[in-house]
């Protein structure tokens, strides 16, 4: 099963709205990971919080982690059309997992004009 | 754009058949993984190569096979193919084993018919 599930499946907004998506996992982590993949193409890298950070900025985006729930959450302010894309979250586990990521099913964002 | 890039871009074989396909890593990682993405699905892990040795696994038969080469860039061998290895193959570099953010190439498109 997979490690993150993202939550909703699909997200429509307009533009301006903010667009928030959780995730969560199972196992304990060493970090998590957002990515954002636009119409099948390669994954782009957003944004990275440890085990040990609680919140996280950069830009419009927003992420917290509750390490003790086994979640997260990726927010999205002021968003704009070019925001519409499948968004992830990745969760890279400590140990001897060196650096495997294990990513959830994704939400589908879809930004209105 | 990453800096990693990935060939073909797309590809058809049929079942049986067997396929590579190639990566070649940002300038200054020597760490390759791979993932394959079936449709509306996240990305699995396949495994992961780090100076030229595979460094872990994820839960994929013995017919998909890699190597690293001396420059770090990466290839993915499939034999035998399946009609549920059709799907979106991405490779991502980093360096050298970090738990850090990877960086993916636009990934090949493998079609098995």
């Known amino acids: 099963s997979q490690q993150g599930e993202e939550d909703p499946q699909a997200l429509s907004i307009q533009e301006g709205e903010n667009a928030t998506m959780n995730c969560s996992y199972k196992t304990s982590i060493n970090n998590l990971q957002w990515y954002r993949q636009n119409s099948g193409r390669g994954l782009v890298h957003l944004i990275l919080?440890?085990?040990?950070?609680r919140e996280k900025h950069s830009g419009r985006l927003r992420v917290t982690l509750d390490t003790s729930k086994k979640s997260s959450s990726l927010l999205i302010t002021a968003s704009r059309a070019a925001d519409t894309a499948s968004y992830f979250c990745?969760?890279?586990?400590?140990?001897?997992?060196?650096?495997?990521?294990?990513f959830g099913q994704g939400t589908i964002l879809t930004v209105h004009p | 754009e990453t800096g990693v890039t990935q060939s073909p871009t797309h590809l058809i074989k049929t079942r049986g058949q067997q396929v590579t396909l190639r990566c070649s890593s940002q300038s200054g990682h020597n760490t390759v993984s791979w993932y394959q993405q079936a449709l509306g699905q996240g990305p699995q892990f396949i495994f992961q190569y780090y100076r030229e040795e595979e460094n872990g696994r994820g839960n994929f038969p013995p017919r998909f096979s890699g190597l690293q080469f001396p420059n770090y860039s990466s290839e993915l061998n499939v034999n035998a193919l399946e009609l549920d290895d059709s799907a979106l193959y991405l490779c991502?570099?980093?360096?050298?084993?970090?738990?850090?953010?990877?960086?993916f190439g636009p990934g090949t498109r493998l079609t098995v018919l």
């Open positions: 919080i440890r085990s040990n950070e």
């Open positions: 991502a570099s980093t360096r050298g084993g970090e738990r850090n953010e990877q960086f």
């Open positions: 990745a969760t890279n586990a400590g140990g001897t997992s060196y650096g495997k990521l294990t």
